[in-house]
């Protein structure tokens, strides 16, 4: 019987990392300044931005690129020859059925099993529900190579927790879980992590610990946003403030400071379907999860609603309305449009027979054209709309100000905020 390979020393480490988005690349960018690396993505246009030291989701400045001298990029899984540490941040999304769509992390592991030799380890960082590592990636690397899981290949798993668009929590200042599939490997997984990020590391006990640790964490964000936008919805019809409601509630020490809003993205809205579709599988069905799920899918017709309510109270006739959307991004200060619910806002305000223009200065235009056919607007005309709705609290929206973003609209025109990014009283409806 074949002895059990031992793992690579992290001096030994050789590090492919596979999928280049906003997870991957700050990952590669800070491995690739310790340890030798592969950035490797399917995407040949990406790798070809990336090695021109250009990142289109910002996340990652050209300085910081030039400074990881020992990554590199490619497109050509024969680049992953040699490599003894495999981490996987693709995509997890869900399908039309809201299920998980595992396609992009089995197409990946089937690129690290053709890969991988005695003694690799393969790491995977994509959000996923607890099992899906070693239920279903690990036994498609142990086909693909041929080779025995815990004796000749090790696993582990540590979830991703990047904050896109946010300047202060970046990968290195972010504690980070990790585990492993044997104690050696966990040891192996943390104190790689361990030399890159600065705020440390947590060892978790298992793989589906760490699993589950990341998909609650998104989970427990979107309930409490739900319950927030019901709250929202209720405070509405009693003709209550709701920020005024929530500033009051906030003086208690123990109210969590959540606000209401769209909820989008890849991770808030999506990976709660994660841990549904584990519980439906084992019988149990989620009802508190999924009712979240309901309410903030709602929020962007909830909002359109709104707006076309305060349109008709001026007589305005919605037919020939002009309607201008400030924000297309899932969040502010990104161009990331994943899973946007602003969408929605624009999809019910059509159904009022408006014309709705977006702008939005974050977004690239073919991005925005190809994902949703909306044509984003380059600059806004002044004195042309019947209703304005600020979206997304873009930095440069703010910078606006109320009075020069109702300069866009006709007198008397409509002005919703729908991020409450402006002061109330200069703002006709907001969330
Ligand atoms: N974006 C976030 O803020 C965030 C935060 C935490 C966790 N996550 C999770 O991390 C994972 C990755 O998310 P992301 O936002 O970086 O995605 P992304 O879409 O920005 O990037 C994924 C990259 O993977 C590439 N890819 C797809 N299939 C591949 C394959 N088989 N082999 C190699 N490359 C492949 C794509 O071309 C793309 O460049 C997801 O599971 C997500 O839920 C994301």
Not at 41 to 67: F, G, P, Q, Y
Not at 304 to 317: E, H, I, S, T
Request: charged share 25%.
């Amino acid at each position: 019987m074949a002895s059990n390979a031992p793992l690579a020393t992290l001096d030994q480490a050789r590090i492919a990392i596979l999928g280049l988005g906003y997870v991957g690349l700050p990952l590669a960018a800070a491995f690739g300044k310790r340890f030798p690396t592969v950035g490797f993505d399917i995407d040949a246009a990406r790798v070809s931005e990336l090695k021109s030291h250009h990142d289109h989701t910002r996340e990652v400045t050209a300085d910081n690129l030039r400074e990881a001298k020992l990554l590199e990029f490619s497109s050509d899984p024969a680049a992953l020859a040699g490599c003894n540490v495999f981490i996987v941040t693709v995509p997890t999304p869900i399908d039309e059925y809201k299920r998980p769509d595992l396609h992009p992390l089995e197409s990946a592991s089937r690129t690290v099993g053709r890969a991988i030799g005695r003694g690799g380890i393969v790491v995977y960082e994509s959000t996923v529900y607890p099992g899906a590592t070693e239920e279903i990636c690990v036994p498609i690397v142990e086909r693909e190579s041929g080779l025995v899981f815990n004796r000749d290949f090790y696993a582990g798993y540590s979830p991703e927790r990047i904050n896109p668009g946010d300047p202060k929590h970046r990968l290195e200042t972010i504690m980070k879980v990790t585990s492993g599939s044997t104690p050696e490997a966990a040891e192996f997984v943390d104190g790689l992590y361990g030399s890159i990020i600065t705020a440390g590391t947590h060892k978790a006990s298992s793989i589906r610990v760490a699993e589950a640790a990341k998909v609650i964490e998104n989970i427990q964000r979107d309930v409490n946003i739900a319950l927030i936008n019901e709250l929202a919805l209720i405070f509405h019809r009693l003709g209550i403030d709701t920020h005024e409601v929530l500033e009051a509630a906030g003086t208690k020490w123990n109210f969590l400071p959540f606000r209401p809003g769209l909820v989008g993205g890849h991770c808030i809205g999506v990976d709660p379907y994660y841990l549904t579709h584990k519980a439906q599988q084992i019988g149990y069905h989620p009802d508190m999860i999924l009712a979240g799920r309901r309410i903030n899918d709602g929020m962007g017709s909830h909002v359109a609603r709104r707006v076309v309510k305060l349109m008709r109270q001026r007589n305005q006739d919605m037919t020939r309305a002009r309607i201008l959307i400030l924000g297309l991004a899932f969040k502010e200060n990104c161009p990331d449009l994943r899973n946007t619910k602003v969408v929605d806002i624009i999809r019910e305000l059509h159904c009022y027979n408006a014309k709705v223009d977006v702008h939005d200065p974050w977004v690239n235009v073919e991005h925005a054209r190809a994902e949703y056919g909306v044509d984003l607007i380059a600059e806004p005309a002044t004195g042309q709309y019947d209703a304005v709705v600020l979206a997304v609290a873009h930095g440069e929206f703010v910078a606006m100000g109320a009075d020069r973003i109702r300069s866009l609209g006709t007198p008397g025109a409509v002005l919703f905020d729908v991020k409450r990014a402006l002061p109330r009283a200069s703002v006709d409806g907001c969330l």
